[in-house]
């Protein structure tokens, strides 16, 4: 069989750091061909060792002696502050505060600020500084022990970077391994290990309605725990940090939030994770109020979903019908005394859940992915060829179409991949702006498909799965040197395609019949 011209997933895939583009890792002595991603905002996967995690490129070490191994050496601190092998914040005095002399920050880049924290006498809260001991703006308290992490956004040029005392009063933090790094976590391809091997994964825009989607209790989006007492910190969540919320019933067991303004008659999907303790019964709804009268829109028994050694994501899909009001629960009937862990609640409009969004106060929006490439002619055959990909589909589509594209540029010219209605999908194409082949088959490409489109002069066939689905006889093709990009979409950036890509390769020969078999076998 003939190697691939073009081939960006084999299987593998990576993130190319210097440039921010996803790209495989190839054999066969192919050169790497890199997808131009583009998402203007932060998304999470789930990485290879199976924690939820936001995909994220990290700049060099800011901080010099963050660990304190050579005493205060690179920091400038004040009377009441003391380095030896760790760094302690005491006294009552209020301009108390360390501060690295090597970590300046840049107005307008963001920054991951890492370190551990232990508490060691009274209640009060320390505050990000500057070397001259002015609180950061935009920067959060630190009020946790424990191994932490922040992120935010310089509001101005820093020079130096430090904590302080944020409150009168007789208190004192012990700090240790403070580490600051530039973090760039937008415009970057997620490769998903959900189920094991590796994705590319294209999402659609969504919004987490969740304002707190880690932390539950007063003061949250989950503010009313009746018949319960909880935990915020307990043990490691999904993310692997130790920021997982126990619950354990004393009476109703319950975790829920306030009342909830909907969209009339929409779909909504809530998604949370979830791990037992030793739970006998506990269940998640969304009851509803506003319209035909109260009712439960969705009520599942999850105990028998969830273990107590792995984390479970448990996803309801409901639809609001004539109701306005809301109130969803993710822990209720707990069983007295029972115990139970949750982590990553997610709430967002849509007819399936996406990938997790984590939010820290405020609703977050994830915008769409987009995969395309450019200037590839030299890829690709415009008389004959095939394109073949492994991918499932995110979404059963009640309306519209889905594209994997190959064009120059115009839709007058292309040839593309589809799914459609009910799971539908087909193969076609544009010479000219007139339709040639045109392949429908009726079957479902929501689970992972292996699929080869083959084009040549009167010569076109789908295949799927070792099968082959259609044929079309009659069609005609392009010049030579036509067609010159791809894209997940089709060449005007509508009709998108969502899913999970493995493979997408581009053969510049028809392949024979017992190549194509074995090709998507």
């Known amino acids: 069989m003939a190697n691939p011209s073009l081939q960006i997933g084999n299987g593998k895939w990576a993130i190319k750091e210097d440039s921010l583009l996803g790209y495989t890792e190839l054999g066969n002595n192919i050169a790497p061909v890199e997808i131009d991603m583009t998402r203007a905002t932060a998304g999470t996967r789930v990485n290879p060792q199976g924690l939820v995690e936001t995909v994220e490129l990290l700049g060099s070490e800011l901080v010099t002696n963050g660990d304190f191994d050579n005493g205060a050496t690179d920091w400038t601190i004040t009377a009441g502050a003391t380095i030896t092998d760790v760094a302690t914040i005491s006294t009552t005095g209020s301009m108390v505060y360390i501060s690295s002399d090597t970590a300046n920050l840049v107005n307008g880049k963001s920054y991951k600020i890492t370190l551990t924290a232990t508490r060691l006498t009274g209640t009060g809260l320390l505050a990000f500084t500057d070397n001259l001991g002015n609180n950061i703006t935009g920067t959060p308290l630190l009020d946790s022990d424990g191994e932490l992490t922040y992120y935010f956004t310089a509001q101005a040029d820093i020079t130096g970077f430090g904590f302080k005392r944020h409150n009168s009063g007789t208190y004192s933090w012990e700090l240790d391994n403070i580490s600051v790094k530039e973090s760039t976590k937008n415009n970057l391809a997620r490769v998903d290990y959900t189920g094991s091997t590796s994705s590319l994964l294209a999402e ?40 997982a919320t126990q619950i354990t019933s004393t009476g109703q067991g319950k975790i829920q939030s306030g009342a909830l303004s909907l969209t009339q008659n929409t779909d909504y999907v809530l998604s949370f994770y979830a791990k037992n303790v030793d739970a006998t019964l506990v269940s998640s709804r969304v009851l509803a109020t506003g319209g035909s009268g109260g009712s439960n829109l969705t009520s599942v028994n999850y105990q028998s979903e969830i273990s107590t050694t792995e984390w479970t994501r448990i996803t309801h899909i409901f639809n609001t019908g004539t109701n306005t009001t809301c109130f969803v629960y993710l822990s209720s009937n707990l069983n007295i005394g029972g115990t139970l862990q949750l982590w990553g609640a997610q709430l967002e409009v849509g007819s399936y859940a996406t990938s997790y969004i984590p939010t820290s106060g405020s609703t977050v929006t994830r915008v769409q992915d987009t995969f395309t490439k450019t200037g590839i002619s030299d890829k690709i055959n415009s008389e004959e060829g095939v394109l073949f990909l492994e991918a499932s589909a995110l979404e059963e589509l009640s309306s519209g179409n889905r594209h994997i594209s190959i064009s120059n540029g115009s839709t007058s010219n292309r040839l593309y991949f589809y799914y459609t209605q009910s799971g ?60 010159n990009q791809f894209a997940f979409a089709d060449p005007n950036a509508g009709s998108s395609f969502y899913g999970k890509v493995k493979q997408l390769q581009v053969f510049k020969t028809a392949l024979t019949d017992s190549e194509l078999a074995i090709l998507t076998t």
């Open 424 to 483: 539908k999908f087909g193969f076609a194409s544009f010479v000219g702006g007139v339709l040639q082949g045109f392949i429908n088959y009726n079957g479902v490409i929501l689970n992972n498909s292996k699929i080869a489109c083959k084009w040549k002069l009167n010569d076109y066939s789908l295949w799927v799965n070792g099968v082959e689905v259609g044929t079309d006889t009659s069609a005609s093709v392009w010049s030579a040197d036509t067609l």
């Open 204 to 243: 659609p825009q969504r919004t987490n309605l969740v304002t707190y989607s880690e932390v539950y209790g007063a003061g949250t989006f989950f503010s009313s725990t009746v018949g319960s007492t909880i935990d915020n910190t307990t043990s490691t969540s999904p993310s692997g940090d130790s920021n």
